[in-house]
């Protein structure tokens, strides 16, 4: 694998200022943490956006704290701390950055979808974002399709090309529904990666109408 | 005129130690210092956001815990105290509000790409880098840095900020972006603030 190339598919300011404003939802923000873990320049946007939250912090006015608040806290001090324990990285799961495995678990529940292509739905699709693993299999082409919302994915081993580009490790691709594409999985890793979406796929190909019938993509 | 060392770098430069303190020694003198400067204004802070009283106590209170719990996660290189002690604030309230875990980066993953960038910025000091910061905001246009104000400071969406400012949503949008796009400008192309 050697030394990882920095991403070249970013997420914009505005993701990022929202990410460091913490206004997304669970899913969409382990996304972003899985990117900033694997590049570099997008950590420092945030860290400098999370920089003004401090400024907000010392800015505020003193608020008066409730009677006993301190010695509340130093009674608890010695309390021994909830374990956080993150499953053991094996396998694809060692391709996941920590704030992922931390969402996914230790088996995630795969499944068949299609000829090449192999899901596992994470978390509880609460507040009706999606989110899931996709394992796609070497040089395996998904149906053309768009996105009814927003859809955000990240790369997490492998990679595919669109026609937009090529996508590696740690690259994010964020598309609405103004964005109609057919993914073809790198011929010789095929793709693993983390997709996150707030609404249904569309499938737009004449086989992908029928499939929409059939697939819940 | 603003110097690196005005009392509020020679106080970010303290409680930076102070959380030290706590991280290295559990100098339990020392976490009261940080408690008496950032509890109030913690308070205060999440009251301005929105929460009750009674809940900002208790995020308060849980995150000041965390704060002497995760003290050796705190990297006097990388963030100020009140940066770190705000992405604690963040994630708890976060976490109180939707019952769900806002997503922190783990700083020893092993699949974390090292910035390259950071060394040849070890040269100046977090406290200065905050000071900038602060000085570029002072400087920015009146109404850009009000909105910005709002996107971050009282946590108003954008389309929060366009109804209560009249403006298009477009506008500030793109107002925000400049803001942004000048505090950048100003604090270097690495971004280090």
């Known amino acids: 694998m050697g030394v990882p190339d920095m991403p070249q598919f970013h997420l914009s300011e505005d993701d990022l200022l929202d990410y460091a404003a913490g206004r997304f939802a669970q899913p969409f923000a382990v996304l972003i943490a899985s990117h900033l873990t694997l590049c570099p320049a997008c950590r420092r946007s945030v860290a400098r956006f999370e920089a003004l939250g401090g400024l907000a912090v010392e800015a505020a006015p003193p608020a008066e704290l409730d009677p006993g608040s301190f010695e509340a806290v130093v009674a608890r001090l010695d309390e021994p701390e909830p374990a956080q324990t993150l499953p053991p990285a094996t396998g694809e799961l060692s391709r996941l950055p920590a704030p992922l495995r931390a969402l996914v678990g230790a088996a995630p529940a795969w499944k068949k ?3 090449g292509l192999d899901e596992a739905e994470i978390g509880d699709g609460r507040a009706g974002v999606r989110a ?37 490790i740690g690259d994010v691709a964020v598309a609405g529904a103004d964005v109609v594409h057919r993914p073809v999985a790198d011929a010789r890793e095929g793709c693993l990666c983390f997709a996150v979406s707030d609404a249904r796929l569309k499938l737009t190909g004449p086989i992908g109408r029928v499939l929409n019938l059939f697939i819940r993509y | 005129m603003d110097t690196a ?13 102070w959380l030290g303190r706590v991280a290295e020694l559990r100098d339990r003198a020392a976490f009261a210092q940080l408690f008496g400067h950032f509890a109030p204004r913690l308070k205060g802070y ?5 929460c009750e009283p009674g809940v900002a106590e208790e995020l308060v209170q849980d995150v000041m815990l965390t704060v002497w719990r995760r003290a050796d996660s705190f990297d006097a290189a990388q ?18 509000l939707r019952s769900e875990r806002y997503p922190t980066i783990d700083p020893t993953d092993p699949l974390l790409v090292p910035d390259e960038a950071e060394n040849a910025d070890q040269g100046i000091e977090t406290a200065e880098r905050e000071h900038s910061l602060r000085s570029a905001i002072k400087r920015l246009p009146k109404e850009q840095a009000e909105l910005l104000h709002m996107a971050f400071f009282e946590d ?23 803001a942004l796009a000048r505090l950048r400008k100003e604090l270097g192309p690495d971004g280090s603030a």
């Open chain 1, 113 to 115: 979808i299609m000829r």
């Open chain 1, 132 to 168: 899931r693993l996709m394992r796609i299999a070497p040089g395996c082409a998904m149906p053309r399709h768009t996105h009814g919302g927003r859809e955000m994915l990240i790369v997490l081993d492998g990679g595919y090309s669109d026609e937009i580009g090529t996508y590696d």
């Open chain 2, 5 to 17: 060392s005005s009392p509020a770098t020679t106080e970010a430069r303290q409680l930076a130690l």
């Open chain 2, 46 to 50: 999440l009251i301005r956001l929105g």
């Open chain 2, 79 to 96: 963030a100020g105290a009140a940066t770190w002690i705000y992405t604690i604030a963040r994630n708890r309230r976060i976490d109180r």
């Open chain 2, 156 to 178: 108003r969406p954008h389309g929060a900020i366009a109804a209560a400012t009249k403006l298009p949503l477009g506008t500030v949008k793109s107002r925000i972006r400049l």
